[in-house]
């Protein structure tokens, strides 16, 4: 009978991305209320050294799956390493980060098992040796909560979501035979981002700009730049080509829970609400006193972004 | 070069959606049906790529008589032919079931190519794309932003966190849309009307030989139990100030020392 939490982590030049760390310790929360034990695995290549981390966020075990042909990621060889994995392990629940990574991998591996999947889970709660979730659809318009058939189920975590926490357990670790099998695809080349530039997805604090800011983001890069922050945009500001496809933030952008989302100039469309609304703190600064934005806010400002930003620098300034 | 472009309905994004009475579907009354927005890049590309290479470009989905909007809106931008797969049976299938249903349909149509979007943004399940992927045996790129055909061979352009993954596989593969790919073209008044004459083959379950118990609402494994709306904010709190700075240094004042996230 499938039993245990199993969480398949992710790295990229050998450090562990964040959500695997939320992925870990949300994996051991559930483990903990089911009674069972908490197995990580890890896959890339020259990556024993990294593996010893997850133990202190709760991994009883470790697994490792080192080899040459897993140092770039491809569908092919992770979906089939990981299939065989769970196969022979049989855990009931399998956790992962929902990250692009995560949204290639996850339903695959879900389809290659014939078992049930869910993307983006907000909540995870323990329920009759498994897992009942709640994730939105709709772009966050709604949540659902959800029950999956089949065995495991396939909870990928929403980045940003889940608490970090530290449990520290045995974490020993175990190599796995890699096989492969069959790798059609090729990774030619990965090209990161020049600069310190933090992602949407991952940001703990957001600062965005809708067609208010008319194109012009100085003022959002410097105050962005100061909270550490990265920069959204609204549709509009994308379809004029302000700013680039990436940097949108909406029902058919980036969806996105930062603890802090700054809105400036920006309306509040459905379609960009439904990509923010899971942020712990909203702010808008918006001239319009009427903007439907500030119905989803919890703090306003009802005036000119281009004489309040910048004295919010000042003031950030001061508290810094 | 033959094209099977996966397509779905799904309300508009700007479409106010509310529960409807049996707690676990919305209600559908008063919604606008659109092209997944995503699946627009998929039918611009497929078709840019046939004409650059020549063959066809097949629009492929499951759903009910008013799915049949969509098909033509894609056959309007230039598609050559449609396939619907309506059958009561298959309603209120999981991605999962749906991926089942496109890949038996894709047993009777010719492709070298598989161009779907990264995922609805109904459930929002990234789910069908992948399982269709693996249903075929073939490789899968997703949120693509770039590719180029050369040699049997294809080569996306894959957008990641902070970055890009460019990777290569031989065809056919099936691929994932993502913004950025193309600007998605409007259907032109001939467009619309060549479109009316264009083939829309509609098929049933039994007719692609998919067993009509393994599928549908009964035979999900992703169980919706309830939908509830996102938890209400409260009030919001309007600063208040004379000038800017005032206002600036009471946001800042509440944000870092209330709400501690500055």
């Known amino acids: 009978m499938a039993q245990g939490v199993l969480v398949i982590t992710e790295q990229r030049d050998n450090a562990f991305r964040k959500v695997s760390y939320e992925a870990v310790s949300e994996g051991r929360r559930v483990a903990d209320e089911l009674g069972t034990d908490v197995t990580a695995v890890v896959l890339g290549s020259g990556i024993e050294g990294i593996a010893g981390e997850l133990g202190k966020y709760g991994a009883d075990k470790v697994l490792v799956a080192d080899d040459g042909i897993l140092s770039d990621y491809t569908t092919d060889a992770y979906t089939n390493v990981l299939a065989e994995v769970i196969k022979s392990r049989e855990p009931k629940v399998v956790f992962l980060g929902a990250s692009v990574q995560g949204k290639d991998l996850a339903p695959r591996l879900a389809a290659r098992l014939d078992t049930g999947m869910a ?202 | 070069m033959d094209i099977v472009v996966l397509v779905k309905q799904v309300p508009d994004t700007e479409a106010l959606i509310q529960i409807a009475g049996d707690g676990v579907s919305i209600k559908t009354d008063n919604i606008k049906w659109v092209m997944n927005p995503y699946d627009e890049f998929a039918v611009e590309e497929a078709l840019q790529i046939r004409d650059a290479n020549e063959g066809t470009v097949t629009i492929l989905t499951m759903g009910t008589d008013k799915a049949v909007e969509t098909i033509r809106t894609a056959l309007a931008m230039g598609a050559d032919q449609g396939v619907l797969i309506n059958d009561p049976a298959a309603e209120g299938s999981d991605g999962l079931a749906v991926a089942k249903i496109l890949a038996a349909a894709l047993k009777d149509i010719p492709y070298d190519l598989i161009i779907a979007g990264q995922r609805g943004v109904d459930d929002d399940g990234y789910q069908v794309g992948a399982a269709v992927a693996e249903y075929m045996g073939i490789p899968q790129a997703s949120l693509v932003i770039k590719e180029e055909i050369s040699d049997g061979k294809i080569k996306c352009d894959c957008s990641i966190e902070g970055g890009t993954v460019v990777t290569e596989a031989p065809l056919p593969v099936l691929f994932t849309t993502q913004r950025g790919l193309n600007e998605p073209r409007y259907a032109s008044l001939p467009g619309i009307m060549k479109a009316k004459k264009k083939p829309l083959d509609q098929k049933t379950l039994a007719d692609i030989g998919i067993d009509p118990s393994t599928v549908g609402l009964a035979n999900r494994k992703v169980k919706i139990k309830a939908l509830n709306p996102p938890p209400e904010r409260k009030a919001v709190k309007m600063i208040e100030g004379e000038t800017p700075e005032e206002l600036a240094a009471a946001l800042i004042k509440v944000l870092h020392e209330e709400a501690k996230v500055v």
């Open chain 1, 119 to 320: 993307m983006d889970c907000v909540v995870v709660k323990a329920e009759d040796g498994g897992v009942v979730v709640t994730r939105p659809m709709f772009g966050g318009k709604v949540l659902a909560d959800i029950e999956l058939e089949g065995d495991p189920q396939i909870v990928a975590v929403r980045p940003n979501v889940m608490s970090i926490t530290e449990n520290a357990k045995d974490g020993s670790i175990e190599k796995i035979d890699v096989q492969a099998g069959e790798v059609k695809t090729t990774v030619l080349e990965t090209k990161i981002e020049a600069g310190d530039k933090i992602e949407l997805t991952e940001a703990d604090i957001i600062v965005s700009g809708g067609r208010g800011t008319e194109g012009k983001f100085e003022v959002i890069e410097e105050l962005a730049g100061l909270l550490n922050a990265a920069v959204g945009a609204s549709r509009t500001v994308v379809d004029e080509g302000w700013r680039s496809h990436g940097d949108q933030v909406g029902q058919t952008g980036k969806i996105v829970s930062p603890n802090l989302y700054i809105a400036c100039g920006i309306s509040g469309a459905i379609q960009h609400i439904a990509g923010m609304s899971t942020s712990k703190f909203i702010v808008a600064i918006n001239k319009d006193a009427d903007a439907p934005i500030f119905s989803k806010a919890d703090f306003g400002i009802a005036a000119d972004l281009f004489e309040v930003v910048p004295a919010m620098v000042q003031e950030v300034k001061k508290i810094q």
